[in-house]
């Protein structure tokens, strides 16, 4: 596999999402969807109770950290 970018339609990553059990996925809120050996982690923005994102300060939204563990034997 080359270095160059390859395009991966927004549908599927969610679609994959979903499918290992995180749902619901805002893909609005997304940061960040990493694929390891054991896990998959995925960096997102934090959501209040009306869905709105958390900010810190001034354009800065805070962020929670989802790790799903994968299982070889499940």
């Known amino acids: ?9 927004m549908s599927k990553v969610l679609d994959f ?11 609005a809120a997304l940061y960040s969807v ?14 209040d109770d009306n869905g709105h994102s958390y900010t810190v300060g001034p ?7 989802v790790t799903l563990a994968l299982d070889a034997d499940a």
């Open 59 to 65: 354009g800065e939204v805070a962020t929670e950290t």
């Open 1 to 9: 596999m080359s270095s160059d970018p390859h395009r991966v339609p």
């Open 17 to 27: 999402l979903r499918d290992l059990g995180l749902d619901p996925v805002d893909p």
């Open 34 to 47: 990493t694929i390891g050996p054991s896990k998959v982690e995925i960096v997102r923005h934090r959501l």
